[in-house]
C-alpha cells in the first residue's frame, strides 16, 4: 500500500488501530460487519473469536484490565451490540477502557415501512445508555476523529466504555488513509495541596480511604501512610493500593456495617479515587463525623458527595505531592484496635458464608504473589474479596457495579491474552459459570494455561438467603447442573475435582502448568476434608 492509497474504510480503521497500538481486537464476524476485517491481518492486529459478543465484550474489559490499555470489540449490527451491552455496561461502572466498534443500517435503510435485518429503531441511543457516549460516523473523517477522541479521553479522563458506529455501506467504501496518530496527551498539573497537607498533619486520627481509582497511585499512598502513621480502609476494587501487614490497615472490611463507628472515631478521613457507592457500603452513608476530603479524577464524583475540601486530580500525582509535603508524625490509632476489629469481621465472614475462609486461605498460599484474578457474582468471591489481602492492586477483577453473571471466564481470558506469561485464574459459582461457559472453546483454541475454579454448592445459595432473611419461602434456587468436567473435557479442556484443601493445591498448580484450561470443580465439602 502506498502513502495516501484509497481503501475500503473498514480496512483503514485496522490500520489506525495498530498505529495507535492496539494489538488485538475481540469479536465476531458477520454480514454487516464483514469489511472491519478486510485489513486485521494485514495491519498485524490479533483477533480474538469469541462464541458470544457477551464473551467479546468481557474479553476486552479483561484486557483492558490486567494491561491497562484499551480493549476493543467488534460487532454487527443489532444482536451483536445488544449482546455487548451487558458487557459495557459493567465496563462504564468499573471504569474500564473498551472501544466497542459495530456496523448500522445505512440511514436510507431506516424507517421504510419494512423490516430490515438486523433493524433497530435507535441503535446509537440503545448504547449510550450503557456507554460514556454512542455515535454514529456517516463518512471517514468523523470515524477517524471519534475513535482519536475515545483513545485520547481513555487516556486524559475517566475511562468509561465508548462505542462508534458505521454504516455498512460507508465501511466498504474507499477513504483516503487516517491522519498520524495524536502527539502524547498533556495531563494537568498537580493541583494545589497545601490546605489538604495542613489538615492532615494537624489530625489526630487521620483515616484514608482508598478506591479503585487509587490503583496506580500505591508507591505514594504507602508513603504517605507511613509518614503520618494514619489508618485506612480500601474499597474491593482499592485491595492491593496498601502494603499488606500494615498494623494500621483495617483492610477492604469497608462495607462491614459497624465500620461506620470506627470511621466515626476518625478526625479527618481522606477518600481518593472512590464513589463511595452503594457497593462499596451498602449503607446510606461513609459514618464521619469529622471534616472530609476527596480526591477524584471526575468531577461529577466530587459533586455528587459533598466535601470540606476536593481536590480534582490524578491519584498518583495528588498523593505524591503529599507525601512530599508533610512532616513525619504520629496518631492515636493503634495497632491492637485494628488487629481486633479485622478478626471479629473476619470471624462474621466466615460466619455468614461457612466453609468458603479455609479455601481461601489455601488458594492465596498455593497461588503466585503476581497472579490475576478474575471472579464471578458468587458466594465465595463475596467473601474473598473481604477476607484475601493482596500485595498489590490491579491483581483482582471482578463485575462490581453493574454485577453481572457470567463476566469471570471471558474477562480471565482477555487477561491472559493480555498478559500471556502471568498467571491468570477464573472463579465462578455453579450458575453463573453457565452464562458464558461457551467460552471454554476460545480457552482451549489459546492454548494457555487457565485454571478456571468453580464453586459448586448446587444451587443460588446468595438468592436462597436473601429469601430466608425475607422470609419467603425459598423457589427458583436450585437448577439442574451438568456434569461440569465432563463438559470441560468435551471442548478439550482438562478437569479436576479435589476432595481435600490438600488436593485443591496439587490440582491448581497442575492447571497452571497446563497448556490450556483446566476447570477445578470445588465444593463446600472440601474444608471438611481439610
Not at 470515524?143 to 468509561?160: K, M, Q, S
Not at 489526630?204 to 485506612?232: C, D, M, N, T, W
Amino acid at each position: 500500500m502506498t502513502d495516501g492509497a484509497m481503501r475500503p474504510l473498514g480496512a483503514q480503521i485496522s490500520a489506525m488501530l495498530k498505529a495507535r497500538g492496539v494489538e488485538v481486537i475481540f469479536g465476531i464476524p458477520g454480514v454487516h460487519n464483514v469489511e472491519l476485517y478486510r485489513g486485521i491481518e494485514e495491519a498485524g492486529i490479533t483477533h480474538v473469536l469469541a462464541r458470544h459478543e457477551q464473551g467479546a465484550g468481557f474479553m476486552a474489559d479483561g484486557y483492558a484490565r490486567a494491561t491497562g490499555r484499551p480493549g476493543v470489540a467488534y460487532v454487527i449490527t443489532g444482536p451483536g451490540l445488544t449482546n455487548l451491552m451487558t458487557p459495557l455496561g459493567q465496563a462504564l461502572s468499573d471504569s474500564v477502557p473498551v472501544l466497542a466498534i459495530s456496523s448500522c443500517l445505512d440511514t436510507a435503510d431506516l424507517g421504510i415501512g419494512r423490516a430490515r435485518l438486523h433493524e433497530m429503531p435507535d441503535q446509537e441511543g440503545a448504547a449510550a445508555t450503557v456507554c460514556d457516549w454512542s455515535r454514529t460516523a456517516q463518512d471517514a473523517a468523523t470515524a477517524y476523529h471519534l475513535i482519536d477522541r475515545a483513545l485520547a479521553e481513555f487516556a486524559l479522563d475517566r475511562p468509561r466504555p465508548k462505542h462508534v458506529q458505521l454504516p455498512i455501506g460507508v465501511l466498504g467504501a474507499p477513504a483516503p488513509p487516517p491522519p498520524p496518530p495524536l502527539g502524547a496527551p498533556i495531563g494537568a498539573g498537580a493541583p494545589d495541596v497545601t490546605r489538604a497537607a495542613g489538615m492532615i498533619a494537624a489530625a489526630r486520627r487521620p483515616l484514608f480511604v482508598f478506591g479503585g481509582g487509587a490503583r496506580g497511585a500505591a508507591g505514594p499512598a504507602r508513603a504517605l501512610l507511613a509518614r503520618r502513621q494514619a489508618a485506612s480502609f480500601t474499597t474491593y476494587a482499592g485491595r492491593g493500593v496498601v502494603v499488606p501487614g500494615d498494623p494500621l490497615a483495617f483492610g477492604s472490611f469497608l462495607a462491614r456495617p459497624d465500620s461506620a463507628a470506627v470511621i466515626a472515631g476518625a478526625d479527618l478521613v481522606v477518600v481518593v479515587g472512590s464513589e463511595l457507592s452503594e457497593v462499596d457500603l451498602w449503607r446510606p452513608d461513609l459514618g464521619h463525623a469529622c471534616p472530609l476530603i476527596r480526591v477524584d479524577i471526575d468531577p461529577a464524583e466530587l459533586a455528587d458527595t459533598p466535601a470540606d475540601l476536593a481536590i480534582r486530580g490524578d491519584a498518583a500525582a495528588v498523593l505524591s505531592a503529599l507525601a512530599a509535603t508533610l512532616p513525619e508524625g504520629n496518631s492515636d490509632w493503634t495497632a491492637a484496635e485494628v488487629a481486633q476489629a479485622r478478626a471479629r469481621w473476619r470471624a462474621e465472614a466466615d460466619a455468614e458464608r461457612p466453609g468458603i475462609v479455609p479455601v481461601c486461605d489455601a488458594l492465596r498460599a498455593v497461588l503466585p504473589a503476581e497472579t490475576r484474578i478474575y471472579s464471578d457474582m458468587t458466594q465465595f468471591a463475596y467473601v474473598a474479596k473481604e477476607v484475601w489481602d493482596l500485595p498489590e492492586p490491579g491483581l483482582w477483577h471482578h463485575p462490581f457495579g453493574f454485577g453481572t453473571l457470567g463476566y469471570a471466564l471471558p474477562a480471565a481470558i482477555g487477561g491472559k491474552v493480555g498478559l500471556p506469561d502471568v498467571p491468570v485464574v477464573a472463579i465462578a459459582g455453579d450458575y453463573g459459570l453457565q452464562y458464558t461457559i461457551q467460552e471454554l472453546g476460545t480457552a482451549v483454541e489459546l492454548g494457555r494455561p487457565l485454571p478456571i475454579l468453580l464453586w459448586d454448592n448446587g444451587k443460588l445459595k446468595e438468592i436462597e438467603d436473601s429469601m430466608l432473611r425475607s422470609q419467603i419461602a425459598p423457589n427458583a434456587v436450585v437448577a439442574r447442573n451438568p456434569d461440569f468436567g465432563a463438559l470441560a473435557r468435551a471442548w478439550g479442556a482438562a478437569a479436576a475435582e479435589p476432595d481435600s484443601l490438600d488436593a485443591l493445591a496439587g490440582a491448581v498448580r497442575a492447571a497452571l502448568a497446563h497448556p490450556g484450561p483446566t476447570l477445578i470443580r470445588m465444593t463446600p465439602a472440601m474444608t471438611a476434608r481439610g
